[in-house]
């Protein structure tokens, strides 16, 4: 390949407004469109092209481009057509956002979520998702926090390990799979103050230890062919000029064998922003040079490739880094199948595009998902006989989806629809409750109010971040107005982040947390509230009482003081809660140490019994702590948990497989050890798990 030709793959171009006849906007050709030649040929001549992003093509637009694409470049290498595809592809199915997925504690979910959403894509010629978010949340100030499964490494690492394994399948030379790629690398969630792209401050062990973590399954054992690299940086280093992490940890000490992906304008932001770059040309010099594969069209397009061939010719760029970007993008072509299958078939769309199965997958998904927080003298679940029910707030009578996400699309049921499906025979009454008087004079008719409060989009989502955690508007005065007339109150909660809730918590009955639950979350939602769904979600990020606590987080070290003059510093809601319908009796925890020196699994085995008159699904957690440790390590710490389902009285025993390396610290001498010592377990339904045993383990070779 000549030069011009390898700086060519590595450059992404915008679709839908520079190759095709008509868009509806920046993102989204219009279904009609034509592709335009003539527009290609000025765009890319004979050169090819790395990929094309927002387009969003039909299948008949997306081989139309493919073909003209293969045919004007002397190699015959086809374009890498890449889409979003966070809880849902494009107009197709729409699944809970990934707060609400990892809500559900069940991998298997993850994973149907991920497949459906990459038959959607690719039945319409799109190879590559920008999927899954696996930072850690650890500031809900953050508005992107919806975008993750929360602050934990091992249930992030878990749940999005399934979901890359779900979207890239056995084989990614299928019609039905595609490249995932896990983003923002590294540890993006946890920016300083809670905005957005700002600096993360953390030394290398809670890199390696704590954020490195909820990466590392997807690669290593989903084998995610995609990597996106953040904006921010992390001790003064960007993640676009971080040679130690796109090269040291994710190629040499994970074996990754995809290709990196700047995010949009990270490159950019080196010259701009970080001011490590003297220049454009500079900067991306240094991100190819750092490990980065592929810029995202945040620099003019002949500036990028000329400046990578200036820095070959000058060599401020070695063409071992050039050719190494450029290998990456090309084995991800020939890893689809592109060079051999590079065509959809047009009838494939129409068998995949939102399928009964796919919806099944969303509304099970957003069952699921439903966490009780609250429930005082049994008010839920409602009986099915109540005659007048008031919905108020603003989320009552829509679908709240979340970022990334069309709130047009799919069948949007709302709470007041789903309700009034469920009970056609009730009087269901909606306020949104703009006039707080009106509101309440329609609870005041109700023998029970649904208060439908939370976000909506462009409170919560990228570039929408808080400094405070309230309800906001004048959600609040209207929650305490309702509660104030004496009705039975159900507060749900449709939001992207914890919310600071604690008058709620102290004066509201019951309390379900929704998050955004997709298509079907009226239903999932009206299901819940009225006994035909037993609520078995449980939260994956901590509920703070006041933005003063912040971070609050469940495994914090030890030396973290949580007291304050005017707060007791306890969450209101800790990780990993939720209540059931049903009750649950952990019994008989039993911890087995492997043989000395065997490198052999903790086997963890602990009795769950119903205990309660229904039929319920719990959520069984396992946490560990080394009692004395080389390093500082946290309070608690996830190793392990098992959503099953049990009739009333039934008894389950649950299993735990610990790998040694799950408990392994990057030690005072910079090393991973697995630390002989004294090491104690705690299993139950929540991070306050009371159930404990201790285990002595000795690892080592034989």
Request: proline share 6%; with cysteine.
């Amino acid at each position: 390949m000549t030069l011009q030709e390898k700086v060519r793959q590595l450059d992404m171009y915008s679709g839908a407004t520079s190759i095709m006849s008509s868009h509806t906007d920046k993102t989204h050709a219009t279904a009609s469109a034509a592709f335009l030649p003539e527009k290609a040929d000025a765009l890319w001549a004979n050169l090819g092209v790395g990929s094309i992003h927002d387009l969003n093509p039909t299948p008949e637009q997306a081989n139309a481009i493919q073909k003209w694409v293969i045919a004007h470049n002397r190699l015959g290498i086809p374009a890498l057509f890449i889409e979003e595809g966070l809880h849902g592809f494009d107009t197709g199915t729409v699944f809970p956002a990934p707060i609400g997925l990892a809500a559900t504690w069940d991998a298997s979910v993850a994973k149907q979520t991920g497949a459906a959403i990459a038959a959607e894509a690719r039945a319409t010629g799109v190879d590559m998702i920008l999927a899954p978010v696996l930072d850690l949340a650890r500031d809900p100030r953050w508005g992107r926090v919806e975008e993750d499964f929360g602050e934990d490494p091992y249930l992030t690492g878990q749940m999005g390990m399934a979901y890359v394994q779900g979207v890239q399948g056995e084989s990614l030379n299928t019609d039905h799979t595609v490249i995932a790629e896990p983003k923002h690398f590294v540890a993006h969630g946890s920016p300083e103050g809670g905005t957005n792209t700002s600096p993360v401050h953390i030394g290398e062990r809670e890199l390696r230890m704590v954020m490195l973590r909820s990466f590392e399954p997807a690669i290593r054992d989903g084998h995610a062919m995609g990597v996106m690299a953040a904006y921010h940086e992390i001790d003064g280093i960007p993640m676009t000029a971080d040679p130690f992490l796109l090269k040291t940890i994710l190629r040499k000490d994970w074996g990754f064998q995809g290709f990196v992906l700047s995010d949009l304008g990270a490159i950019e932001r080196l010259y701009t922003v970080h001011h490590v770059a003297a220049s454009l040309p500079d900067a991306a010099c240094m991100a190819i040079q750092s490990g980065v594969d592929m810029q995202f069209y945040d620099l003019d397009h002949a500036l990028f490739q000329k400046s990578l061939i200036d820095c070959v010719h000058n060599r401020t760029l070695s063409e071992a880094d050039l050719d190494r970007a450029v290998r990456s993008v090309l084995r991800v072509k020939f890893a689809l199948g592109l060079f051999d299958h590079p065509f959809v078939a047009p009838d494939l769309n129409t068998r995949e595009h939102r399928s009964s199965a796919h919806l099944a997958v969303s509304l099970q998904s957003a069952r699921e998902s439903m966490t009780l927080l609250q429930n005082e003298n049994h008010l839920l679940p409602l009986a099915k006989t109540t005659q007048h029910i008031a919905v108020i707030g603003p989320n009552g009578d829509v679908a709240r989806y979340g970022d990334y996400e069309n709130e047009a699309n799919g069948l949007h049921i709302s709470i007041v629809e789903g309700i009034r499906n469920l009970l056609p025979h009730a009087n269901v009454t909606f306020d949104e409750g703009q006039s707080i008087p009106e509101a309440v004079a329609k609870a005041k008719d109700a023998d029970v109010v649904i208060m439908a409060l939370g976000e909506k989009q462009g409170i919560s989502g990228e570039g929408f971040d808080r400094s405070d955690l309230n309800l906001p508007g004048n959600q609040e005065q209207l929650l305490e107005a309702v509660v104030a007339i004496g009705k039975p109150v159900v507060l749900v909660l449709e939001n992207g982040r914890p919310l600071t809730i604690d008058w709620a918590k102290k004066n509201v009955p019951a309390i379900l947390e929704a998050w955004y639950p997709g298509e079907f979350g009226g239903q999932a939602i009206a299901e819940t509230l009225f006994g035909d769904n037993d609520p078995a979600g449980r939260l994956t990020i901590t509920f703070p009482q006041t933005v003063g606590q912040l971070p609050d987080y469940y495994n914090s070290d030890p030396s973290r003081v949580y007291r304050y003059v005017d707060s007791n510093g306890e969450p209101l809601f800790p990780f990993g809660y939720g209540l059931s319908y049903t009750t649950f009796r952990y019994d008989h925890l039993s911890v087995q140490s492997p043989r000395p020196g065997s490198g052999g699994n903790i086997e963890v085995s602990v009795d769950v019994t119903n205990t309660g008159s229904r039929a319920g699904d719990e959520v069984a957690q396992l946490y560990m702590r080394e009692d004395v440790s080389t390093v500082e390590t946290p309070r608690r710490s996830l190793e392990g948990f098992s959503r099953i389902h049990l009739l009333p009285g039934e008894t389950k025993t649950v299993l735990f497989h610990v790998k040694q390396t799950q408990l392994a610290v990057w030690n005072a001498q910079e090393r991973w050890a697995v630390e002989p010592g004294n090491y104690t377990v705690w299993v139950g339904g929540s991070s306050l798990a009371p159930l404990t045993a201790k285990f002595f383990l000795k690892p080592g070779a034989k």
